[in-house]
């Protein structure tokens, strides 16, 4: 017999297949989303597992230790450092609770690029807090003056986007009429700095002090601050500098800058700001000095020192000095003024003639940690130090007083007693079995800053500090 056919119970049947199949596959969704999702609470008191940074790729790169290390070896240690941003920071501690990591041989007379580490070298050695990220500072007020020649101006870019770029801070750079401008324009560009360049015949001297007007002539509504600078000077933190301006009232004539360190420098030059640490001019000063332009022209000499006589030959302006600006008038080694950690300097000078800094390595890392964390001094868990950006140490004696800076330069020339600790003091004489680690590289990438500190002997010994942000 035929079976026959009920239309009305097949569509039912489908219906009821149908919805048993959806509510399945919604689930299945519920059961992956939720084991996806799933908040875990820590346990508590339980030791939190170690952070692996770059567990899937913990090497050394051996070509960058090639780069600082001529031997066919090198000892290699790692320190870890997980940066988390925290929105009520109050300020960086003084010590790290963690040892200087243990040492490992690593062969450099390979063809390798990388050799593997263990996981743990690359585990998190220490977390610190840091500020959030702040915006760039606003600069729009302030014009800065620099006489230099085509092949230093380019030079110094790298290092001025640090403080200048995105700012809107104003560089006019004048430059020797040799050479093409072309490529410092660009790279300019490319660093968001806003310069104008300026080629000029005259000497460099001549071209300083006409600084003076040219910046005059190019100021504009917002200007309040004309400041002078040398192709080396390098400012710390411009968020620092502008807040420390900002307690200066820019409606009255000011003369604010630096003197020198060493008394003899001074005996020879003046009581005025030195041009390296910076000069800063309000307005209604250099609204003076341009009227009588011509006749302070006719001084000649350093340009410093003919804005000095202008200033004190033709105004009731006296120079107000400010301790955070440094013309660093210190010859040989100055690795104690930047170990001695005190608050860090709104500039810097002489770092690549006199004495020799990365300026532009040793500020990498503030991309991490933010600007406060530059030249940080933290004791570590065994008496050495790590001087952020700079150095790390360990001193043959214990420091009986953490304040006073450490005079590593040459001693000065002035017969009188003390010629820098007007400046610079508490000072303490120089530790020759200092053991002595220095910053020679820094590697920014995604979230991370690598720190290379190197100490020169028979057998090279390297430091790698990786600084890893937290999310």
């Given at each position: 017999m035929q079976a026959r056919y009920y239309p009305f119970q097949w569509r039912r049947s489908t219906a009821v297949i149908a919805a048993a199949t959806l509510l399945l596959l919604i689930y299945a969704v519920f059961l992956l989303y939720s084991r996806q999702h799933i908040d875990i609470s820590p346990i508590p008191n339980a030791q939190s597992p170690p952070y692996f940074s770059n567990s899937s790729a913990c090497h050394v790169d051996l070509d960058?230790?090639?780069?600082?290390?001529?031997?066919?070896?090198?000892?290699?240690?790692?320190?870890?450092?997980?940066?988390?941003?925290?929105k009520n920071f109050t300020g960086f501690s003084d010590s790290l609770d963690v040892p200087v990591p243990t040492y490992q041989t690593v062969q450099l007379d390979t063809k390798n690029h990388t050799e593997p580490l263990p996981d743990e070298k690359c585990a998190t050695?220490?977390?610190?807090?840091?500020?959030?990220?702040?915006?760039?500072?606003?600069?729009?007020?302030?014009?800065?003056?620099?006489?230099?020649?085509?092949?230093?101006?380019?030079?110094?870019?790298?290092?001025?986007?640090?403080?200048?770029?995105?700012?809107?801070?104003?560089?006019?750079?004048?430059?020797?009429?040799?050479?093409?401008?072309?490529?410092?324009?660009?790279?300019?560009?490319?660093?968001?700095?806003?310069?104008?360049?300026?080629?000029?015949?005259?000497?460099?001297?001549?071209?300083?002090?006409?600084?003076?007007?040219?910046?005059?002539?190019?100021?504009?509504?917002?200007?309040?601050?004309?400041?002078?600078?040398?192709?080396d000077t390098f400012f710390p933190s411009m968020t620092n500098l502008v807040q420390r301006l900002a307690t200066y009232d820019p409606t009255e004539p000011q003369y604010i800058g630096a003197l020198t360190e060493d008394m003899m420098q001074m005996y020879h030059g003046s009581h005025?700001?030195?041009?390296?640490?910076?000069?800063?001019?309000?307005?209604?000063?250099?609204?003076q000095l341009n009227a009588v332009f011509r006749e302070c022209y006719d001084f000649k000499g350093a340009g410093d020192r003919m804005i000095a006589r202008c200033i004190y030959s033709h105004t009731t302006t006296?120079?107000?000095?400010?301790?955070?600006?440094?013309?660093l008038d210190l010859r040989g080694d100055a690795s104690g003024f930047y170990e001695s950690g005190r608050p860090l300097p709104l500039s810097l000078h002489h770092w690549k003639s006199w004495f020799h800094v990365d300026m532009v390595a040793?500020?990498?890392?503030?991309?991490?940690?933010?600007?406060?964390?530059?030249?940080?001094?933290?004791?570590?868990?065994?008496?050495?130090?790590?001087?952020?950006?700079?150095?790390?140490?360990?001193?043959?004696?214990?420091l009986q007083d953490p304040n006073s800076m450490e005079q590593t330069?040459?001693?000065?020339?002035?017969?009188?007693?003390?010629?820098?600790?007007?400046?610079?003091?508490?000072?303490?004489?120089?530790?020759?079995?200092?053991?002595?680690?220095?910053?020679?590289?820094?590697?920014a990438e995604t979230d991370r800053v690598r720190q290379i500190y190197v100490r020169k002997q028979e057998k090279p010994q390297v430091i790698e500090v990786v600084w890893n942000l937290r999310h």
């Open positions: 960058l230790l090639r780069t600082h290390a001529s031997n066919s070896s090198a000892e290699y240690a790692r320190l870890e450092i997980s940066v988390v941003r925290t050695s220490v977390t610190i807090h840091a500020p959030v990220a702040a915006p760039r500072p606003n600069a729009s007020h302030l014009i800065f003056g620099v006489a230099t020649s085509t092949e230093r101006l380019y030079d110094s870019l790298d290092a001025f986007a640090h403080w200048a770029g995105g700012t809107n801070a104003h560089i006019v750079a004048v430059v020797d009429d040799e050479g093409s401008v072309t490529q410092s324009k660009k790279r300019a560009k490319e660093l968001d700095i806003r310069l104008t360049v300026i080629q000029n015949s005259d000497d460099l001297l001549d071209r300083y002090f006409s600084l003076l007007r040219t910046l005059f002539e190019r100021k504009d509504e917002l200007t309040e601050w004309i400041v002078l600078i040398d192709d005025m700001a030195y041009g390296g640490a910076g000069i800063f001019l309000s307005i209604p000063l250099v609204r006296k120079l107000r000095w400010e301790p955070g600006l440094h013309q040793l500020s990498k890392v503030a991309a991490i940690c933010g600007e406060a964390c530059l030249l940080r001094r933290w004791e570590l868990s065994d008496d050495w130090y790590l001087i952020n950006g700079f150095s790390v140490v360990k001193y043959s004696l214990p330069w040459d001693n000065s020339k002035y017969k009188g007693p003390d010629p820098f600790e007007y400046s610079l003091g508490p000072l303490r004489s120089k530790d020759e079995g200092k053991v002595s680690f220095r910053l020679k590289e820094a590697i």
